[in-house]
């Protein structure tokens, strides 16, 4: 059913003229005509009666009238749900407690009034093909692995480093340190379950362990932060990473210790991914945020493998 004629058809109802209606709508009278005699030819009825008082509606027009509203109302409702800025802003952080997770939570406090729809979506590849569809309409990623480039039409942003800090239990050899270095971690077991091959995180790690000699295992299921943290606690041997905004609570009996890791610091970067023709102006404003927020841009002292890219404006990769 053609919905302008629908619409017509009640401004004809409502105005009682066929000539007012056309002013309401900015069409001709003729136009007017036209979409009222192809309703009625597709409904098969006569909608109006014509007087010389104006349009009267006949008893068929009269039953029509009360479903020909809601089928407006469903109409612009529908229209609604998907405009630019008429629905909440959906951003993928990947998970509830990291960095992303912060970033945004400072975002909404910035701007209350901005609708936000938050997603955890686990991999790059799920997190692109969402943001080309207009599911998503960002996330947050480390981007730039050799061989993964961005589709052309993907454009990201650098937008936080989070530096690394090693958690152990209270018998760890290091848990006594208000700082180690790269250098005292090499041979020490730094358990990190869950890393999955192929991702932009097992990239990191992988140079990591390159580049500074480390013994960091995925072995064994992934149980989640909280058995992860029971294990470290309990197991003088493991230490793990944490990123250094990660929040995660655990019992004060545990004794676990944060502890920062220097020369050289090392720092996961986090960018901020988006379609190049995403026209939700929300998105602009957390671009802007992100922007006025970021800090610390390649600070000396600090490591992120060689494929991270430049703290610039935003690229297409």
């Known amino acids: 059913m053609d919905l302008e004629a629908v619409r017509t058809f009640v401004a004809v109802a409502d105005a009682g003229q066929f000539q007012e209606a056309a002013v309401e709508l900015a069409v001709t009278q003729q136009a007017v005509s036209k979409r009222i005699a192809a309703l009625e030819r597709n409904l098969e009825v006569r909608l109006f009666t014509r007087t010389p008082r104006g349009a009267q509606l006949t008893i068929d027009g009269q039953a029509f009238l009360p479903h020909a509203r809601e089928l407006l109302r469903v109409a612009d409702r529908a229209v609604a749900s998907v405009r630019a800025g008429r629905r909440p802003l959906r951003v993928d952080?990947?998970?509830?407690?990291?960095?992303?997770?912060?970033?945004?939570?400072d975002f909404h406090r910035a701007h209350p009034e901005i609708d936000l729809d938050v997603m955890l979506l686990f991999?790059?590849?799920?997190?692109?093909?969402?943001?080309?569809?207009?599911a998503i309409d960002a996330?947050?990623?480390?981007?730039?692995?050799p061989g993964r480039p961005l589709p052309s039409d993907i454009e990201s942003v650098r937008v936080v480093d989070e530096p690394l800090q090693l958690l152990t239990g209270p018998a760890h050899a290091l848990a006594g340190a208000r700082s180690?270095?790269?250098a005292q971690l090499v041979?020490?077991?730094?358990?990190?379950?869950?890393?999955v091959p192929g991702t932009e995180w097992a990239a990191y790690y992988d140079d990591l362990v390159a580049e500074f000699g480390l013994t960091i295992e995925a072995t064994g299921p992934n149980f989640g932060s909280d058995a992860l943290l029971d294990t470290v606690a309990d197991t003088p041997a493991l230490a793990t990473f944490m990123g250094a905004h990660t929040r995660l609570v655990w019992p004060a009996d545990h004794g676990l210790r944060r502890i920062p890791v220097t020369d050289?610091?090392?720092?996961?970067?986090?960018?901020?991914?988006?379609h190049r023709d995403n026209p939700h102006p929300a998105l602009a404003a957390l671009?802007?945020?992100?922007?006025?927020?970021?800090?610390?841009?390649?600070?000396?002292?600090?490591?992120?493998?060689d494929w991270t890219p430049d703290w610039t404006t935003a690229t297409a990769r």
Do not use: K
């Open 139 to 145: 996330s947050f990623r480390a981007v730039g692995v």
């Open 264 to 274: 050289p610091t090392p720092v996961y970067p986090h960018a901020l991914l988006w």
């Open 93 to 105: 952080v990947i998970n509830s407690r990291g960095a992303a997770s912060g970033l945004m939570r």
């Open 287 to 305: 671009r802007a945020h992100l922007a006025g927020t970021a800090a610390d841009h390649d600070a000396t002292g600090t490591w992120t493998p």
């Open 180 to 182: 180690v270095t790269m």
């Open 123 to 134: 991999e790059i590849d799920t997190a692109v093909a969402a943001l080309r569809s207009g």
């Open 187 to 195: 041979g020490h077991r730094i358990w990190m379950p869950g890393i």
